[in-house]
Nanobody
Framework: QVQLVESGGGLVQAGDSLRLSCAGT????????MGWFRQAPGKEREFVAS????????YYADSVKGRFTISRDNAKSTAVLSMYSLKPDDTAVYYC?????????????????WGKGTLVTVSS
């Protein structure tokens, strides 16, 4: 069993940066792809970014490409989402996910574990 705990959310202004972390416990992260999803008020959960267990490949939603960067540290069992040039449309609860394939996560597949989420609010 894997437990995922997100941290780093908060209230920021448009144009600011924010760094979300996902700490995993319960087993080794070897072979596990990691990803980030988000759910805005009144909308469905959507894919944001994913990363293979070696640190590659990485995948991004078009809406965040060039502004967000996903990375991981397997020795610390953590995954990080670095967010830059934040926009009000980025406001959402951000969820960490662990699964079998970073590419499958693009369509919401291959996910075995979810975190409980961390709220990011971007004011205009």
């Amino acid at each position: 069993q894997v437990q995922l705990v997100e941290s780093g959310g908060g209230l920021v202004q448009a144009g600011d940066s924010l760094r979300l972390s996902c700490a995993g416990t319960g087993r080794t992260f070897t072979g596990i792809a990691m990803g980030w999803f988000r759910q805005a008020p009144g909308k469905e959960r959507e894919f944001v970014a994913s990363i293979g267990w070696t640190g590659a490949p990485t995948y991004y939603a078009d809406s965040v490409k060039g502004r967000f960067t996903i990375s991981r540290d397997n020795a610390k069992s953590t995954a990080v989402l670095s967010m830059y040039s934040l926009k009000p449309d980025d406001t959402a609860v951000y969820y960490c996910a662990a699964g079998t394939s970073g590419s499958a996560m693009i369509r919401g597949g291959g996910i075995n574990y979810w975190g409980k989420g961390t709220l990011v609010t971007v004011s205009s």
